[in-house]
């Protein structure tokens, strides 16, 4: 299927069809109508509309989107055709964590090595996937055809550990470091920040107006 220009948020939001499509199979049946998928995924039915034309998926949503069909249109347009392969730099808690939950999660993108600058972790095997030295990051990318990274070293190195990366050859960065990455703008970036996150739901969730809950420390009433 032909790549149109695409919004990041579209792309988003067809990840999230796709995840609630998998997740849904015995709630939608075989057919799903688009008004089912959008109150699944807390969208509107118009947007779901228009996001499955925008990639040329044919369904009729008069009479419901075939799920099968639609997990193919789905798969065709967001997957590569090949299996990416994905590297992790920085093994501590997070690298660690992450390889963890990356490791036979997905047949189309696969943890193919990890690295480190500690003498302790490098030459280990951390879920199934090796820790190399940063030194040896050229020759193993390009060995292994990875071109994508994730960056779980602290923030200070966050620059440094991008820079690497993009030099041995990597086209698209997950950065879990809590700094802006400095990069030419054909480095595809997504930035995760679990603090910037639960920020934002402790500024909504804000108890506006309603009555203040005594502390357990408070004193009890007589
Ligand atoms: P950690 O100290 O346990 O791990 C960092 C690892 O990076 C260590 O193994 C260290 O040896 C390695 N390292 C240091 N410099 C390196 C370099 N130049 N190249 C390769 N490896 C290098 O830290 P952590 O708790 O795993 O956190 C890692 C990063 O993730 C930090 O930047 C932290 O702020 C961030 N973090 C983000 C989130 C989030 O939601 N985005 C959550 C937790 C942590």
Redesign the pocket.
Known sequence: MKKRKISTRSVERLSIYRRALLHGRNEFGPSVYSHQLAHACQLTAAQVRRDLMAIGYSGNPNSGYDVKRLLTSLAAFLDSQEVRAVAI???????RAIAAFLTNRSHKIRLAAA????LD?IGLTFSDVHCYS?RQMAEVLAERHIDIGII????E??Q??AEQLVAAGVTGILN???IVLRLHERIYVEN????VSLEKVAFFARPTGRPKRASKSSPPRH
Do not use: S
């Open positions: 730099v920085g093994m501590g808690y997070l690298g690295f480190d600058v500690d972790k940063v779980t070293v602290p923030a190195q966050a440094h550990a879990f470091a809590p995760i920040d679990m603090t």
